[in-house]
């Protein structure tokens, strides 16, 4: 801590202790603490917060320390238990905390120790009534307004919101406003700087006579500390001085004289626990309410402007409004900003107030310049009346050893966090991408979230990830929680997987674990997660559970390949678990109700996918896809598991008491890979469409022939000889059956295209049967050759091969190999 400054002698005059009541993050409260701070200029100033955060105030003069920023304190044998002490820039201790260290004054935190506030927080419902609440919404001194700090009871229960109190009786029905209009739009005293607060003090008096016994136990307790911390600071720089900035309603409780021994007697026995502490990154988002997190505030980017602006406010806050309006393309004239601003400033003066305030300001922006639409006014609010902003803590402060080498991470890879959402596309074959790969994998096995995957645009490949980030400030608490599995985030997320592994309920939790672990580039838990995969393979009977597992475990084969990871034992269990899966699964299909039919149904496609990636990802790299394997590999020990599974669907297709829809999608599995004609379709459609066989399953079997977005439309505008077949029975379908299968009909054909159903009605109009039955032997579908033009086919090959990643839109062309082993999805199938 720096030494007192010369400037630092009390004024004259002053009544010390001199008690600032703001509140939390108001711009009003901010300015007017500043310029009593000039005022009185104290000998040191104290402010609300854990006092075991004493040593991290220096570093809030740093450079590199940018607000909005928070104090973080977590249980160390619990890190998951926290609290977040926020801070704006207009937050009132933020600029209390500035002045001081500026100056040379020493500044103090003085509210309960964190040691106790977490020890109050971890309490059962039992020791204090209902259990408190979690992390986010944690009732710490500095995130409540003065408003919220009595609004909540123990356990929650709502007491009184003295701001609201305040409200009525000057005859406002708004607290919100009424603060605007009484701090935030004034002045910082006029002549004399502290009468504001005089004024607060004298109003919250009169609150807490009139409510007397609303407050808590936890305010209680706080209190008597708070009075205890101010005792001590008198005692060291004398009665004059001494300066406090806390929350408004605390101000009668600290004026009041308590008897010392009545305080320590409050302060007697509480628990406690070891407690960390450091300064984190916080955003303006978290700081608004619709953030999820109770800081007080609805409008953090509207603050920040007010306390920020020099002069002339409501015009440079429309100005603003203009710029990112004119962005996003939308015209936006700086007439239009002058009779916004003209506007905003009648209805202030219609509504008596004695600026314009968010509310005049936006609705003057929604009818001048977003022409009565509420689309650009969200984006008004999101982008600046909330805002992304997001601050930043010098790299000196305190942090926990996973922290760092995050943090050293982030700087080698150069992936910044950042408050706003942004998508990352990442070339898996380029060292940098592929690190920033492994560590997005990585910190979401150990429950940080920085990242989502998303789907890839133009490629369906392996060697493309597509990552939407957004950090927020909860994650610190998470990485702090992760720092009891490792030092690194390597080995965290190494021993993390290996304990997920251990737990893991069913085979699906560990066939996509296994293909995380690998995407994360974690061998070293490989080993156990294997292991148990194979254990519990071996024991697991379910059909629908195996057929649930596969996908993933294929997926984490194609993994291996892309990242050069040797996956023999994964191929291995994977081919062991399809052929279980082959073996299980037509007497599985059989007895399903609707539901249980369809959820079947999309494991027979999960499963079809699979078998085809499987053999895939087992060929030589370079090869084509239905290269054999090597004479040693499963592949090889196992036979051909495409011919098995089209034996399987075969099997499926030609029992009657399998369900419809999964009849239907084995046929149509098939005719697509090329096992069954177009002659053999029309006539196994035929048999389940003929009118011995109830309307219901016949309804399914259709679904699952031409449903399930498996373009089933285009087949039907292809082939009419498959239309003319549906088209003849639905006709048929008696009426008191057709209002039984039409939802599943309504189901099956709202999936199309507008283009696909505009079409199938013109040709079911034109009556498709007769035009089908017109054709003759070796003639196409009406509109269509008999054989493929191969000169108009030429023409698409380069849109082709640029789907394909021939041309991948990196600079890089690639051969046939790559191209096959980047498109295992079977794009081009």
Same mark, same amino acid.
């Given at each position: 801590?720096?030494?007192?400054?010369?400037?630092?002698?009390?004024?004259?005059?002053?009544?010390?202790?001199?008690?600032?009541?703001?509140?939390?993050?108001?711009?009003?409260?901010?300015?007017?603490?500043?310029?009593?701070?000039?005022?009185?200029?104290?000998?040191?100033?104290?402010?609300?917060?854990?006092?075991?955060?004493?040593?991290?105030?220096?570093?809030?003069?740093?450079?590199?320390?940018?607000?909005?920023?928070?104090?973080?304190?977590?249980?160390?044998?619990?890190?998951?238990?926290?609290?977040?002490?926020?801070?704006?820039?207009?937050?009132?201790?933020?600029?209390?905390?500035?002045?001081?260290?500026?100056?040379?004054?020493?500044?103090?935190?003085?509210?309960?120790?964190?040691?106790?506030?977490?020890?109050?927080?971890?309490?059962?419902?039992?020791?204090?009534?209902?259990?408190?609440?979690?992390?986010?919404?944690?009732?710490?001194?500095?995130?409540?307004?003065?408003?919220?700090?009595?609004?909540?009871?123990?356990?929650?229960?709502?007491?009184?919101?003295?701001?609201?109190?305040?409200?009525?009786?000057?005859?406002?029905?708004?607290?919100?406003?009424?603060?605007?209009?009484?701090?935030?739009?004034?002045?910082?005293?006029?002549?004399?700087?502290?009468?504001?607060?005089?004024?607060?003090?004298?109003?919250?008096?009169?609150?807490?006579?009139?409510?007397?016994?609303?407050?808590?136990?936890?305010?209680?307790?706080?209190?008597?500390?708070?009075?205890?911390?101010?005792?001590?600071?008198?005692?060291?720089?004398?009665?004059?001085?001494?300066?406090?900035?806390?929350?408004?309603?605390?101000?009668?409780?600290?004026?009041?004289?308590?008897?010392?021994?009545?305080?320590?007697?409050?302060?007697?026995?509480?628990?406690?626990?070891?407690?960390?502490?450091?300064?984190?990154?916080?955003?303006?988002?978290?700081?608004?309410?619709?953030?999820?997190?109770?800081?007080?505030?609805?409008?953090?980017?509207?603050?920040?402007?007010?306390?920020?602006?020099?002069?002339?406010?409501?015009?440079?806050?429309?100005?603003?409004?203009?710029?990112?309006?004119?962005?996003?393309?939308?015209?936006?004239?700086?007439?239009?900003?002058?009779?916004?601003?003209?506007?905003?400033?009648?209805?202030?003066?219609?509504?008596?107030?004695?600026?314009?305030?968010?509310?005049?300001?936006?609705?003057?922006?929604?009818?001048?310049?977003?022409?009565?639409?509420?689309?650009?006014?969200?984006?008004?609010?999101?982008?600046?009346?909330?805002?992304?902003?997001?601050?930043?803590?010098?790299?000196?402060?305190?942090?926990?050893?996973?922290?760092?080498?995050?943090?050293?991470?982030?700087?080698?890879?150069?992936?910044?966090?950042?408050?706003?959402?942004?998508?990352?596309?990442?070339?898996?074959?380029?060292?940098?991408?592929?690190?920033?790969?492994?560590?997005?994998?990585?910190?979401?096995?150990?429950?940080?979230?920085?990242?989502?995957?998303?789907?890839?645009?133009?490629?369906?490949?392996?060697?493309?990830?597509?990552?939407?980030?957004?950090?927020?400030?909860?994650?610190?608490?998470?990485? &702090?929680?992760? /720092?009891?599995? !490792?030092?690194?985030?390597? %080995? =965290? +997320?190494?021993?993390? $997987?290996? @304990?997920?592994?251990? *737990?893991?309920?069913?085979?699906?939790?560990?066939?996509?674990?296994?293909?995380?672990?690998?995407?994360?580039?974690?061998?070293?838990?490989?080993?156990?997660?294997?292991?148990?995969?194979?254990?519990?393979?071996?024991?697991?009977?379910?059909?629908?559970?195996?057929?649930?597992?596969?996908?993933?475990?294929?997926?984490?084969?194609?993994?291996?390949?892309?990242?050069?990871?040797?996956?023999?034992?994964?191929?291995?269990?994977?081919?062991?678990?399809?052929?279980?899966?082959?073996?299980?699964?037509?007497?599985?299909?059989?007895?399903?109700?609707?539901?249980?039919?369809?959820?079947?149904?999309?494991?027979?496609? &999960?499963?079809? /996918?699979?078998? !085809?990636?499987?053999?895939? %990802? =087992? +060929?030589?790299?370079? $090869?084509? @896809?239905?290269?054999? *394997?090597?004479?040693?590999?499963?592949?090889?020990?196992?036979?051909?598991?495409?011919?098995?599974?089209?034996?399987?669907?075969?099997?499926?297709?030609?029992?009657?008491?399998?369900?419809?829809?999964?009849?239907?999608?084995?046929?149509?599995?098939?005719?697509?890979?090329?096992?069954?004609?177009?002659?053999?379709?029309?006539?196994?459609?035929?048999?389940?469409?003929?009118?011995?066989?109830?309307?219901?399953?016949?309804?399914?079997?259709?679904?699952?022939?031409?449903?399930?977005?498996?373009?089933?439309?285009?087949?039907?505008?292809?082939?009419?000889?498959?239309?003319?077949?549906?088209?003849?029975?639905?006709?048929?379908?008696?009426?008191?059956?057709?209002?039984?299968?039409?939802?599943?009909?309504?189901?099956?054909?709202? @999936?199309?295209?507008?283009?696909?159903?505009?079409?199938?009605?013109?040709?079911?109009?034109?009556?498709?049967?007769?035009?089908?039955?017109?054709?003759?032997?070796?003639?196409?579908?009406?509109?269509?050759?008999?054989?493929?033009?191969?000169?108009?086919?030429?023409?698409?090959?380069?849109?082709?091969?640029?789907?394909?990643?021939?041309?991948?839109?990196?600079?890089?062309?690639?051969?046939?190999?790559?191209?096959?082993?980047?498109?295992?999805?079977?794009?081009?199938?």
């Amino acid at each position: 801590m720096t030494g007192i400054g010369e400037s630092a002698r009390p004024a004259e005059g002053v009544r010390w202790p001199l008690l600032l009541g703001v509140r939390h993050h108001g711009p009003g409260s901010a300015r007017a603490v500043r310029a009593a701070l000039e005022t009185a200029r104290p000998r040191t100033v104290l402010i609300e917060g854990p006092p075991e955060a004493d040593p991290l105030i220096p570093l809030a003069v740093g450079q590199d320390m940018r607000p909005p920023v928070a104090l973080l304190a977590h249980a160390v044998d619990e890190p998951g238990r926290s609290a977040f002490w926020p801070m704006a820039e207009f937050s009132p201790e933020w600029v209390a905390l500035r002045w001081a260290l500026e100056r040379g004054v020493p500044a103090r935190f003085i509210d309960l120790p964190a040691t106790h506030t977490l020890a109050w927080e971890g309490r059962t419902e039992s020791e204090d009534g209902p259990a408190a609440q979690d992390t986010a919404a944690q009732d710490t001194a500095a995130q409540d307004t003065a408003a919220e700090e009595q609004s909540r009871a123990p356990g929650g229960a709502v007491r009184v919101d003295p701001l609201g109190a305040l409200a009525e009786a000057a005859g406002y029905d708004d607290a919100e406003r009424w603060w605007e209009d009484v701090v935030e739009h004034r002045g910082a005293g006029g002549r004399d700087p502290l009468a504001p607060f005089a004024a607060v003090e004298e109003a919250m008096t009169a609150v807490r006579e009139t409510y007397e016994g609303a407050e808590g136990d936890r305010d209680l307790v706080r209190e008597a500390h708070m009075r205890l911390q101010v005792r001590a600071a008198q005692k060291e720089f004398g009665d004059g001085g001494v300066a406090v900035v806390c929350g408004a309603w605390h101000v009668p409780a600290l004026r009041r004289k308590v008897a010392v021994a009545d305080d320590r007697a409050l302060l007697k026995g509480l628990a406690k626990v070891k407690a960390e502490l450091t300064w984190v990154p916080w955003t303006h988002r978290r700081l608004a309410r619709d953030g999820g997190y109770g800081a007080g505030i609805d409008s953090p980017g509207w603050y920040a402007h007010l306390f920020g602006a020099p002069d002339r406010p409501v015009e440079r806050w429309l100005t603003k409004v203009a710029g990112l309006l004119r962005a996003e393309d939308r015209i936006v004239s700086p007439a239009h900003v002058i009779e916004a601003v003209r506007l905003a400033e009648t209805l202030a003066a219609l509504r008596g107030r004695p600026l314009p305030g968010l509310s005049e300001t936006t609705d003057a922006v929604r009818a001048v310049l977003c022409d009565g639409a509420d689309v650009p006014l969200a984006l008004v609010r999101d982008r600046l009346v909330v805002g992304d902003v997001l601050g930043e803590v010098p790299a000196g402060a305190p942090a926990v050893p996973l922290q760092r080498d995050l943090d050293r991470a982030q700087r080698r890879l150069r992936l910044k966090p950042e408050a706003a959402e942004r998508e990352v596309e990442l070339d898996l074959r380029k060292d940098t991408d592929a690190g920033r790969s492994r560590l997005l994998h990585r910190l979401r096995l150990l429950g940080v979230a920085w990242g989502e995957p998303t789907a890839s645009r133009g490629s369906t490949g392996t060697f493309r990830e597509t990552w939407r980030l957004r950090w927020e400030p909860e994650l610190s608490v998470r990485v &702090a929680e992760a /720092g009891v599995w !490792g030092t690194t985030v390597r %080995a =965290a +997320a190494t021993a993390r $997987t290996e @304990a997920d592994a251990v *737990s893991a309920r069913d085979l699906a939790e560990v066939t996509a674990l296994a293909e995380r672990c690998l995407a994360a580039g974690l061998p070293d838990a490989l080993p156990v997660v294997m292991r148990v995969l194979t254990d519990r393979a071996a024991l697991d009977t379910d059909v629908g559970r195996l057929a649930r597992a596969l996908p993933a475990l294929v997926r984490s084969l194609r993994y291996g390949d892309v990242r050069g990871t040797d996956t023999g034992a994964l191929a291995e269990v994977a081919v062991g678990l399809a052929e279980r899966i082959f073996v299980g699964l037509p007497p599985a299909c059989t007895g399903l109700d609707p539901d249980a039919a369809e959820e079947m149904r999309r494991q027979v496609d &999960a499963v079809h /996918g699979a078998v !085809g990636l499987l053999e895939e %990802a =087992a +060929a030589p790299r370079g $090869t084509a @896809a239905r290269t054999p *394997s090597p004479p040693d590999g499963p592949l090889a020990r196992h036979g051909d598991l495409r011919a098995r599974w089209r034996g399987v669907l075969r099997a499926l297709s030609g029992r009657d008491r399998v369900a419809g829809v999964v009849r239907g999608r084995a046929v149509r599995l098939l005719l697509d890979d090329g096992e069954v004609g177009q002659e053999e379709a029309a006539r196994l459609m035929g048999l389940a469409l003929s009118p011995g066989t109830p309307p219901g399953v016949a309804a399914a079997w259709i679904e699952g022939f031409v449903g399930g977005g498996s373009g089933g439309g285009l087949l039907l505008v292809h082939d009419e000889r498959l239309l003319a077949l549906v088209d003849g029975w639905l006709t048929r379908v008696p009426a008191e059956a057709f209002t039984d299968v039409l939802p599943l009909l309504r189901r099956t054909f709202s @999936a199309y295209e507008p283009g696909v159903r505009r079409t199938l009605g013109e040709l079911v109009r034109r009556g498709p049967g007769e035009r089908a039955g017109a054709v003759g032997p070796g003639a196409g579908a009406p509109g269509f050759a008999a054989e493929p033009d191969e000169e108009r086919a030429d023409a698409v090959l380069p849109v082709v091969r640029l789907l394909l990643g021939l041309d991948d839109g990196f600079g890089e062309v690639r051969g046939p190999g790559e191209v096959q082993d980047d498109n295992r999805a079977g794009v081009g199938r």
